[in-house]
């Protein structure tokens, strides 16, 4: 069985024995799509196929997922990428497949786990377990595990995510938060009031500035060097993307902040972390809930919501996504223009009508 381009369109060929022994081929073209012709190939295969034994009758999915995602996350994949799996197989796959062969899951039934788990849940959660129980299902299949495969043509349910205006603060909202926490002595020397000070003035994900230390900041040359960032498990690993390692140069405000900071920490670990002791951004998190809440925030957001408000201001008010893109640590400038597409549609409205008005006034 093949699928590949040809001068009109794509092909899918079909290889099978006859009555005889022989060996015959299948042909059709001129599918617009890879994808139409791997449905079409997939549809004849099972109507015209040999019948074989059903290996997916002997097979359950839970052992099969488990043993799929142990070679893949043997392959040196970061912690995150192992948390995510254990999460889908102790909040989906034992829940919902336990006790069911591969053969045994159907598109209905698919279906009808995908509208069961949507319910209360937003779209692109839904879509994130999804994607992982395609990539092992889709394996079944091309394993000959199964003659079909499940997933295919199946809808995403689930309510729709926040408005992209709804992840970011407005530029009066973050100006009072990073001024609030500023202004306070026991906030601004406290590591979860300097950490969302952080954040808010450097763009950093979280796991980058839990893994911060103090020989990451120079005073003198006014940076913070990224160069590691801290797993769930305490564990200290590179950054996400090669570009994640970066310098990136702060305003003179944060080092006046940060010099407070540092005199009133008293004790330091061995590796002279900046948050010593902390492993993930929750604690912050729901702190940074109830300042929002407290100070009559139209948008109540997260760590990451700041990191998204910092690019946000940036692009906003002129800033080259080129640049802005280098300092989030983004491996390539189409991640931050995917991000930010309501902005850079803003912006490109607004160049638009400075471009007209210019025009307009020539003589």
């Known amino acids: 069985m093949a699928v590949y381009k040809a001068d009109k369109g794509w092909r899918a060929d079909f290889s099978f024995k006859d009555a005889s022994g022989k060996y015959r081929k299948k042909s059709k073209c001129g599918f617009k799509t890879k994808k139409e012709a791997e449905a079409w190939l997939a549809e004849y295969s099972i109507n015209h196929g040999k019948p074989a034994l059903q290996k997916g009758s002997q097979i359950l999915f839970t052992d099969y997922f488990d043993e799929y995602a142990k070679l893949h996350l043997e392959t040196g994949m970061k912690e995150a990428t192992h948390e995510s799996w254990r999460f889908e197989k102790k909040l989906v796959v034992d829940v919902y497949f336990t006790g069911l062969t591969l053969d045994q899951i159907t598109r209905q039934m698919y279906q009808s786990f995908l509208n069961h788990y949507a319910i209360g ?4 959660t839904v879509s994130k377990r999804h994607r992982l129980l395609r ?3 889709n394996q079944a299949f091309h394993d000959g595990l199964i003659q079909s495969d499940p997933t295919f043509g199946v809808t995403i349910p689930g309510s729709d995510s926040k408005d992209a205006s709804e992840k970011f603060l407005q530029l009066d909202e973050l100006t009072t938060l990073i001024e609030y926490i500023e202004n306070d002595e026991k906030l601004i020397t406290w590591r979860t009031g300097f950490m969302v000070y952080l954040i808010s003035l450097s763009g950093l994900r979280a796991g980058e500035a839990l893994a911060l230390t103090k020989n990451d900041v120079d005073s003198n040359a006014r940076t913070i060097t990224v160069s590691k960032t801290k797993q769930l498990s305490g564990a200290i690993t590179t950054p996400k993307t090669k ?9 003179n405000r944060f080092f006046d902040s940060y010099q407070k900071f540092i005199d009133a920490k008293e004790h330091w670990n061995a590796a002279y972390e900046l948050f010593d002791g902390r492993r993930s951004p929750s604690v912050v998190n729901r702190w940074l809930e109830r300042l929002e809440k407290a100070l009559g925030f139209e948008n109540i ?27 989030l640590g983004h491996s390539n400038i189409s991640i931050t223009q995917d991000t930010y597409a309501h902005l850079l549609q803003r912006k490109q409205q607004s160049e638009e009508d400075k471009t007209i008005t210019l025009l307009d006034q020539l003589n």
């Open 243 to 251: 570009t994640s390692n970066r310098t990136l140069v702060m305003p």
């Open 301 to 327: 957001i997260s760590l990451h919501g700041l990191r998204h408000s910092h690019v946000s201001y940036l692009l906003s008010s002129g800033v080259d996504i080129s640049y802005s893109s280098k300092r």
């Open 121 to 124: 849940k937003k779209r692109q």
């Open 135 to 137: 990539l092992v299902i």
